[in-house]
């Protein structure tokens, strides 16, 4: 990848996942239900895949793609269990 681009995922991309990810911790502690925390929190997960993923591009680390995969696999997991239990919940 041209020294550009990784400059551009440095110094753009990564703030706004950070941002994101500040933005998603207050939607978190300030949620008035429930499902608006567990959203915040897909989201947060949903932000670090992407910091992870862009941090293996950055750093030439390929062994944080797993560390992306892994994160997605635990967040589609935990949907998959807030679904249940609000079936449950009926």
């Known amino acids: 990848m041209s020294e550009e ?3 551009i995922v440095r110094w753009v991309v ?3 996942l950070g941002v994101a990810v ?3 911790g207050w939607r978190i502690l300030r949620g008035p239900t ?5 959203v915040g929190l897909e989201l947060i997960t949903t932000s670090g895949i992407a910091i992870a993923a862009c941090s293996a591009v950055v750093a030439d680390q390929p062994a944080l ?7 997605a696999l635990v967040a589609f997991i935990a ?3 807030y679904a249940r239990f609000l079936e449950k919940k009926k």
């Open 5 to 7: 681009a990784l400059n």
């Open 14 to 16: 990564m703030p706004i």
């Open 22 to 24: 500040l933005l998603n």
């Open 34 to 38: 429930l499902a608006d925390r567990v």
């Open 65 to 71: 793609l797993d560390v992306s995969l892994v994160l």
């Open 79 to 81: 949907t998959l269990a």
